[in-house]
């Protein structure tokens, strides 16, 4: 009898132990799962709210460890090997800026940022280097009009700017803009056309860098004429 209380006494002491170690293994571990999910947080808030497999991967993070954020609702995955952190507002500009590095927002799109129209454009306005593919971002956003520009023009006018949720956007600048409409004018919608030019000459007008562009596009006469006409 002795021995068999004594028994039931280690037994029980020993669960207890067992108990006590897996619990506090549990709590390091989510300790530990709660860095891991910080330093996501950290590289999301770098990237416009979004963060791709790639950079946790680089970050020494595993894909098991990515699949168990998404499984628990921790991340959210928006587009293949693109998440989002939980509860996170999703920005579009941002979204198809990160699917594609040399995207940069462009005609209606771009003019709309800048406050030159106030047609809220229901499809986005891209230009990416003519002959690249860009097949896959296409296929993922059907809201896409995409504009193909040769190499040589197409870096004239990059610039940065925040989009109407306040992400960080590359898109062009007010007088690229201007010279794409001029330079396709029988493709562009009438309304836009007018109030994008009258509002840019009713604004604080960078005639030297308009010009400058007008003149690489061979356009340079038809801004002349636009400048003495308004």
Same mark, same amino acid.
């Given at each position: 009898e002795f021995w068999h209380t004594n028994a039931k006494r280690h037994l029980?002491?020993? #669960?207890?132990?067992?108990?006590?170690?897996e619990r506090m293994y549990s709590d390091v571990g989510a300790v530990f799962m709660d860095e891991i999910y910080h330093k996501i947080e950290l590289i999301a808030a770098e990237c416009n709210? =979004?963060?791709?497999?790639?950079q946790i991967e680089a970050a020494g993070i595993?894909?098991? $460890?990515?699949?168990?954020?998404? /499984?628990?609702?921790?991340?959210?995955? $928006?587009?293949?090997?693109?998440? $989002?952190?939980? /509860?996170a507002d999703i920005d579009e500009f941002a979204l198809l800026q990160i699917q594609c590095s040399s995207l940069v927002f462009s005609y209606g799109t771009a003019l709309y940022v800048w406050g030159l129209t106030d047609i809220i454009p229901h499809t986005f306005d891209i230009s990416v280097p003519q002959g690249e593919n860009i097949s896959r971002l296409l296929r993922d956003n059907q809201k896409i009009k995409a504009h193909y520009v040769m190499k040589g023009f197409y870096d004239l006018g990059i610039t940065e700017t925040q989009s109407p949720q306040g992400a960080v956007i590359r898109l062009y600048d007010k007088e690229r803009c201007l010279c794409d409409l001029i330079k396709d004018r029988n493709q562009i919608e009438k309304q836009?056309? #007018?109030?994008?030019?009258?509002?840019? =000459?009713?604004s604080r007008p960078d005639v030297r860098k308009l010009l400058k562009y007008g003149k690489a596009f061979g356009i340079e006469e038809k801004i002349r004429t636009y400048m003495e006409v308004l």
């Amino acid at each position: 009898e002795f021995w068999h209380t004594n028994a039931k006494r280690h037994l029980h002491s020993l #669960v207890k132990f067992v108990k006590y170690k897996e619990r506090m293994y549990s709590d390091v571990g989510a300790v530990f799962m709660d860095e891991i999910y910080h330093k996501i947080e950290l590289i999301a808030a770098e990237c416009n709210g =979004f963060v791709k497999t790639s950079q946790i991967e680089a970050a020494g993070i595993s894909r098991g $460890v990515i699949k168990k954020y998404v /499984d628990n609702g921790s991340l959210e995955r $928006v587009r293949k090997g693109i998440f $989002v952190p939980a /509860d996170a507002d999703i920005d579009e500009f941002a979204l198809l800026q990160i699917q594609c590095s040399s995207l940069v927002f462009s005609y209606g799109t771009a003019l709309y940022v800048w406050g030159l129209t106030d047609i809220i454009p229901h499809t986005f306005d891209i230009s990416v280097p003519q002959g690249e593919n860009i097949s896959r971002l296409l296929r993922d956003n059907q809201k896409i009009k995409a504009h193909y520009v040769m190499k040589g023009f197409y870096d004239l006018g990059i610039t940065e700017t925040q989009s109407p949720q306040g992400a960080v956007i590359r898109l062009y600048d007010k007088e690229r803009c201007l010279c794409d409409l001029i330079k396709d004018r029988n493709q562009i919608e009438k309304q836009l056309y #007018v109030q994008a030019i009258k509002d840019y =000459f009713k604004s604080r007008p960078d005639v030297r860098k308009l010009l400058k562009y007008g003149k690489a596009f061979g356009i340079e006469e038809k801004i002349r004429t636009y400048m003495e006409v308004l």
